[in-house]
């Protein structure tokens, strides 16, 4: 009998192509998704050696990081020149090499990261990559999915594989239930808390428990997304009934006689007992709490009814980064994170952009207004889910509320198109990175769930969304 | 890609960290197409103001680093998004070795790919290279991938491991592609094969 094998192990040796002596493989790469930042230097590799793209069929490519969410976007103008020089850039290339492609007026448009799973591009067991950190995303699937540098990105488009050598395995263990008001992304964050923001270097993390598995597939793609927050090459969460619920019917979903086939690999896609992993972090789904960052770390997390640290909190090099961090925040040590006041909220990225994040963010707003001088900005993750939100008529909540509603985009996630933060300013965002000047120039980052930005718009500080919750009972 | 073989140069200290890629190469400047030119906006952040003038603290500004070609820094180097911008603005500046207790997976790939040597030592180790690179321009460290040794400007002599497959490619600057389309008839046969077991991909 062959040794018991993890999920990672599975997949990985599902595609190795060949290995060297060292340990250096060849991997086989099922899906790669490209967006316009980190390909055209690619392309243009492809050009000038002559090469072409081996496989256009598994290549996916959509605009998403630089363009603008306002609706008279239709017109297809993009004002800034180099953006606009980008998207161009992307548009000639998926041309002229044949791949897959949505363009910015296609309704199925969105960030890459929503668009795969939508379309059924991404699927249990397959590797996945993209030139985007936030490839982690698709683990939810089951599938190995990591970003890759512009490099890798030419790489995979003219040989269909890369050169890897295998990571660790590390097991996160989300156990029980989780508490009203608790979501997916205080899973994820109160992780990175927990472990720090190297603590999956070299790792690929397997997510797992009761928690887990009570996930939507909406709510594993944020636990997984955010997998590269806490170092780790890529997150997965073993495929089952909600994954092939999800998963059936889409666009390139296989059908008939191949969905069957599909689904009977896809049933042995589980980690096997007694599998070993390297590491293992478990973690009490009950003593999870609504969490927010308070510094310019994805691990600076606390709960809500937490306090501002203190630099001598922390040890070593950490005494020093706090101490910046708060600098750029502008926070003083024993402040309550509750008193802290916001200018802007910001719901959308590849974290907290698709359909079930836009609900939930609804439900608190429903029937309240942004407080005064807030500014809010909902960013669909894709046509698609802004499409529905409408069906919904979330949208007539978020714009009765005061927000604006935006078209798809990565945004002010990381603020590459107009959507940003003016100096000072400071934010409750759901998107998954709070370093400094990611959603503009000296701009202040605080991550949280879309329940509980949601509830921030409403009483312009961070806020417990529980507090809001229990007034919805009374 | 460039080879790197071995080099003599003027380390600068980065003590802080999770060094974050938005810190080494700020998103304004991921909208080219090209991969050069980006080394005037390395650290864009720290390293100007808002009018764009050089922040003085700021190590790389100092005159005894302008010319840095290895760059010791505080844990978690790299971390954050996939853009090889971080790597390309760093080599372009003139930084071709990092030395770190650890660097975030993708940005550590990425260095490779582009004739960077990033090394991971052991705390210690980083401690006593930070107060070598903390002397300034009179001390100047020798990096050796061949023998995969560091020399302190004090003749301090550190080991460090580095993959064997990265090495090779590194030290006769060869094209990952071009390795990996000799390989063509395994992929062809991989192929084939999952086209058999797994057709609907």
Known sequence: MSAPKTLYDKIWDSHVVSQDEDGTCLLYIDRHLVHEVTSPQAFEGLRMTGRSVRAPDKTIAVPDHNVPTTTDRASGVIENEESRIQVDALDKNARDFGVQYYPVSDVRQGIVHIVGPEQGWTLPGMTVVCGDSHTATHGAFGALAHGIGTSEVEHVLATQTLIQSKSKNMKVEITGKLRPGVTAKDITLSVIGATGTAGGTGHVIEYCGEAIRALSMEGRMTVCNMAIEGGARAGLIAPDETTFEYVKGRAHAPKGAQWEAALSWWKTLFTDEDAHFDKVVTIRGEDIAPVVTWGTSPEDVLPISGVVPAPEDFKGGKVEAAKRSLDYMGLKPGTKLEDIAIDVVFIGSCTNGRIEDLRAAAEVLKGRKMADGVRGMVVPGSGLVRAQAEEEGLDQIFLDAGFEWRMAGCSMCLAMNPDQLAPGERCASTSNRNFEGRQGRNGRTHLMSPAMAAAAAVTGKLTDVRKLMELEEA | ?201
């Open chain 2, 1 to 201: 890609m460039d080879k790197f073989e071995k080099l003599t140069g003027v380390a600068a200290p980065m003590p802080l960290v999770n060094i974050d890629t938005d810190m080494i190469i700020p998103k304004n400047f991921l909208k080219t197409i090209k991969r050069s030119g980006l080394g005037v906006h390395a650290f864009a952040e720290m390293r100007y103001d808002d009018n764009g003038n050089e922040n003085p603290d700021f190590v790389l500004n100092k005159p005894q680093y302008r010319d840095a070609q290895v760059l010791v820094a505080g844990d978690n180097f790299g971390c954050g998004s996939s853009r090889e911008h971080a790597p390309w603005a760093l080599a372009d500046f003139g930084i071709k070795v990092v030395i770190s207790t650890s660097f975030a997976d993708i940005f550590f790939n990425n260095c490779f790919k582009n004739g960077m040597l990033p090394i991971v030592l052991p705390q210690e180790q980083v401690d006593l290279l930070m107060k070598d690179a903390e002397k300034g321009s009179n001390a100047r460290m020798t990096v050796d991938l061949e023998n995969q040794q560091i020399t302190t400007s004090e003749s301090d002599v550190i080991p460090f491991e580095v993959d064997a497959f990265k090495k090779h490619c590194l030290l006769e600057g060869l094209d990952d592609i071009g390795l990996t389309l000799a390989k063509a008839s395994a992929i062809d046969s991989f192929e084939a094969q999952a086209a058999q077991s797994r057709p609907w991909v």
